[in-house]
């Protein structure tokens, strides 16, 4: 148990040893957020304890019921009655040692209320709510009592009763899918949903933004949302072990926060930091050694299927490769390289014998230690791929021999993969409770050894990189390998700018932009009927853009290096920042467009991406962001006849002083973007 949990569960030990206070007369109890708008009622309503939301006038969340159904104690949440709550403020600014911002402002009121069965057996049950500017949050937490020790939860009674049909948009949970949240978004209704996925972002008539998702899940299971046919309502559904648990655990016990982030406009949910405020502070005390970076690797050629991952005349991960991509990665600033398919278990069908992987046994024509010795005297991090195929067991079971391998050469990067479900025979649904405990132990293993991780099919982000600094990036999502399997698969020109907006709240993706040789004309592994569907749909200006646009503390110039070779346009990738001081969303619809500035960490220097759907647009931004004086701005447009669908490939490379005061017309092809670097006029 963390020390912050134990420190809670102390709180609440104590207000459960106290006598039933006037609060307990009381019929419901408000919490507002420090400016007000944003208002938490809890309430005992027919016995069940309620909670409801609103922003100002308008009500989010009508009253929604709290509680649980154990598998063998019944329900908890019926026949309750306020015994006890308490209240407290706080306003605290913390620092991130990276990230979309440097500095979070946590400031709120909390709210906590603990309940009791009114008929035996008495149990008890406290929610603590929080009251943000940015949103709310509340959780649950389970005090030791005689009645309540070791305990399966089956379902958790959390329900969001939206007070309207608000605009969804969602991709599908519970999909017995090799590649769980690698889905296409969908828009519409609440009341059309099945089980969706969280964040989900909705937008209601009167314009309030709207994202329900959770933070701080350590020992718990990750929560879909399940819609109930024709309702508003939504119900918490948690990932299910094996054996049809969905949590184990014994009191004291917390859950994670179930958070719903609010907003007037698009433009003011991002950067989305409400689940870094409810997690605990770093564990890691010199973070000195965490560092943000550029990279490539050997990948992209596997996934457009000129190289293999397994041995043989076209395998991609040899010495002489590695030692090519190093070298292309210190002669243009990358930080480091990845390196997929280095070790043995890739022959044969990997994805359903993830028993067969050793993470510490090179194939013969990989020598580990001379590519890793070869990496550290250029100051790059080589960053070794940990594909498990779902077979926890096995990894597990390797973990501290392997990173101490890793450590003794002097890597401090690995990549972890979880290509299954859990359908195939080491699976697990990746959102559940077992999941969530072996990611855990990764990061802090890792963190013991000195190494970052980039999760890929990962458990979803609830904010742990405040406490675990060296979990840098994961996927969970659709990202650029589907680019490269062409056909139907390719993700859709408006796929950017709904991950802006949704799967982007929950934290850093490694989507892996930088494709420039968009003009493939045969897939990897998906079926292309034309050699326009083979394409990524996407011009080049906009490859540059998701640098700024789609935030990770790794941004990976994923195309093979001899597609850069005499590009004039990875002048932006080299030059690109990726850890900021600070994070403007300047202009943004879902679904259509984005238009983000990103002041560089420490540096007079900023960053600007505008991307676009399938439409061409021409958006106009004030400058008013950018400090005093004069400042260069090197833009990256897209260039005279470009589409994505016939003519991805030209950018217009241009450079003008600009102020302040200037509004800049940035126009984008269909399915084009816009990339801009501003740095100081001498
Ligand atoms: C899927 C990951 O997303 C991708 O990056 C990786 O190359 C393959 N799995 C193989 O591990
Ligand atoms: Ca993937």
Redesign the pocket.
């Known amino acids: 148990m963390s020390v912050m949990h134990a420190r809670r569960l102390a709180a609440l030990s104590f207000l459960v040893a106290v006598a039933p206070v006037a609060a307990a007369q009381a019929q419901s109890l408000r919490v507002a957020s420090p400016d007000g708008r944003n208002v938490v009622t809890l309430a005992i309503d027919r016995g069940m304890l309620t909670y409801a939301v609103a922003r100002g006038p308008v009500q989010v969340v009508r009253p929604s019921r709290l509680g649980f159904r154990f598998r063998t104690e019944g329900v908890l949440g019926e026949g309750l009655r306020l015994v006890d709550s308490a209240r407290t403020t706080r306003d605290t600014t913390f620092t991130l040692p990276w990230g979309e911002v440097a500095r979070v402002h946590d400031r709120h009121a909390e709210l906590r209320v603990v309940v009791e069965e009114t008929r035996p057996p008495g149990r008890r049950f406290g929610v603590v709510v929080r009251a943000f500017d940015d949103g709310i949050a509340f959780r649950y937490e389970l005090p030791a009592q005689p009645n309540l020790g070791d305990f399966e939860i089956i379902d958790e009674l959390t329900e969001f009763v939206m007070a309207e049909d608000a605009k969804a948009w969602w991709i599908p949970a519970n999909v017995p899918s090799p590649?769980r949240q690698?889905m296409l978004w969908s828009s519409g209704p609440v009341s059309k949903l099945d089980t969706v996925h969280t964040p989900l972002t909705m937008q209601m008539t009167t314009g309030t933004q709207v994202v329900i998702h959770e933070a701080d899940l350590v020992d718990y299971a990750g929560m879909y949302l399940a819609g109930r046919s024709e309702g508003r309502t939504l119900r918490a559904s948690l990932a299910k072990w094996k054996d049809g648990a969905a949590v184990k655990g014994r009191t004291p016990f917390v859950s994670p926060w179930r958070t719903i982030q609010l907003a007037d406009r698009p433009e003011q949910l991002a950067p989305s930091l409400l689940t870094l405020k409810l997690n605990p502070p770093s564990r890691i005390a010199d973070t000195r050694w965490i560092r943000p970076m550029k990279y490539n690797g050997i990948?992209w050629a596997?996934?457009v299927n000129t190289a293999t991952?397994s041995s043989g005349p076209r395998h991609g991960a040899t010495t002489a490769n590695t030692k090519r991509h190093l070298d292309f990665a210190a002669a243009n600033g990358l930080g480091g390289t990845l390196v997929?398919?280095w070790n043995v278990g890739w022959d044969g069908d990997?994805t359903k014998a993830g028993d067969k992987f050793s993470f510490t046994q090179a194939y013969p024509d990989y020598d580990l230690p001379g590519v890793a010795a070869h990496a550290k005297a250029k100051g790059l991090s080589l960053i070794v791929?940990n594909?498990t195929?779902t077979f926890i067991e096995n990894y597990e079971r390797q973990l501290d021999s392997a990173f101490a391998l890793y450590q003794r050469l002097g890597v401090t990067a690995i990549?972890t993969?979880y290509?299954g479900d859990t359908t195939s025979p080491g699976g697990h649904a990746h959102q559940s409770q077992y999941m969530v405990r072996h990611h855990r132990r990764v990061i802090e293993t890792a963190a013991r050894y000195g190494i970052t991780v980039d999760m890929?099919?990962p458990i979803k982000d609830t904010g742990e990189r405040r406490t675990w600094p060296n979990m840098l990036a994961r996927?969970g999502a659709r990202?650029q390998?589907f680019n490269a399997w062409g056909g139907e698969g390719g993700n859709p020109p408006e796929h950017e700018t709904i991950l802006f907006f949704t799967r982007m709240l929950a934290g850093p993706m490694?989507f892996?932009p930088g494709i420039f040789n968009l003009l493939l004309t045969r897939s990897g592994t998906g079926v292309a009927r034309t050699p326009e569907d083979a394409r990524p749909r996407t011009t080049l200006a906009k490859q540059l853009a998701l640098y700024v646009v789609l935030y990770s503390p790794l941004q990976m110039a994923a195309d093979l290096p001899e597609n850069y070779e005499g590009q004039p346009a990875f002048r932006f990738i080299r030059d690109v920042a990726v850890d900021w001081d600070t994070t403007v969303v300047l202009h943004g619809r879902i679904g259509d467009d984005v238009v983000v500035a990103r002041k560089a960490k420490g540096k007079d220097e900023w960053f600007l991406g505008a991307i676009t759907d399938e439409e061409a647009r021409t958006i106009e931004v004030p400058l008013s962001f950018l400090g005093g004086g004069s400042w260069v701005a090197e833009t990256y447009a897209d260039g005279p006849g470009a589409d994505w669908r016939s003519n991805p490939l030209p950018v217009a490379i241009t450079s003008r002083t600009v102020t302040r005061a200037v509004t800049l017309r940035i126009a984008m092809a269909p399915g084009g973007g816009q990339a801009i670097r501003f740095r100081r006029a001498r």
């Open positions: 590649d690698e990948w596997m996934h991952w997929e398919g990997w791929h594909e195929s990549k993969g290509v890929h099919e996927e990202g390998e490694d892996t």
